[in-house]
């Protein structure tokens, strides 16, 4: 069974610094996707970045990136120039692209952005 | 485009009574999914269906949950009788494919009292 592991429960971070969010996952597939979700106060569920497992570049959507380690089993989130609407719950989640569109959530980092 | 939609967005029951949430997934999407958020489960699968057809149900709790979707612009999840422990945010979205991605609602928050 495939597990999504985030082992940051909270952190924070200064506006205009950057933050690194961390992700590890454990599964024997070679074929996945990996996901970063935001969850705002809102409670709405907002895409960040997505990653297919088979590329080797690190997905980038503007100051957001990604630290794929598929070796390692590490997918971490790098937001840079840190603005206070970046204020969320954060999920890592995996999805094994033989298992159609099951998405396997992390635990969540609740990120503070302080002005 | 107006994005998935859900309704109600927070239900208050007592237990023992029935509820239907109910789904309307992006036009053109051909795969609908329903999540529950708890404390302490976190965001977990239910069940998503792939062309209107259930292909995974292995999350759905118990009995007394059901999901349907009669067609691809609806679904509906129905728990009954509802218990406490029901209590939770309710997600559905929805994705081009099976393995695209997905794009949530904006949940709804029930209360079984």
């Known amino acids: 069974a495939q597990t999504v592991t985030q082992s940051q429960p909270e952190m924070s971070v200064q506006e205009a610094e950057t933050v690194t969010l961390s992700c590890t996952y454990d599964t024997s597939e070679n074929n996945y996707y990996l996901?970063?979700?935001?969850?705002?106060?809102?409670?709405?569920?907002?895409?960040?970045?997505?990653?297919?497992?088979?590329?080797?570049?690190n997905?980038?959507?503007?100051?957001?990136?990604?630290?794929?380690?598929?070796?390692?089993k590490s997918f971490s989130l790098k937001i840079s120039d840190s603005q206070l609407g970046d204020t969320a719950m954060y999920f890592c989640a995996f999805m094994n692209n033989n298992q159609g569109g099951k998405l396997i959530f992390g635990q969540g980092t609740e990120l503070s952005v302080k002005p | 485009d107006a994005g998935v939609i859900q309704s109600p967005r927070h239900e208050v029951t007592e237990m023992g009574q029935e509820v239907t949430l109910r789904c309307k997934p992006i036009s053109g999407h051909n795969s609908l999914f329903w999540y529950r958020q708890t404390m302490m489960r976190g965001l977990e699968l239910l069940i998503y269906f792939n062309n209107n057809v259930p292909i995974d149900d292995s999350g759905m709790p118990e009995d007394r949950f059901s999901a349907k979707m009669p067609n691809a612009s609806f679904s509906t999840l129905k728990i009954q009788p509802s218990e406490p422990r029901d209590s939770a945010v309710y997600f559905c979205a929805s994705s081009k494919d099976s393995k695209g991605e997905q794009y949530f609602g904006p949940g709804t928050r029930l209360t079984v009292t």
């Open chain 1, 35 to 57: 996901f970063w979700y935001k969850q705002p106060p809102s409670r709405q569920m907002i895409l960040v970045i997505r990653q297919e497992a088979y590329k080797q570049q």
């Open chain 1, 59 to 72: 997905a980038t959507e503007n100051r957001f990136s990604v630290n794929f380690q598929k070796a390692a």
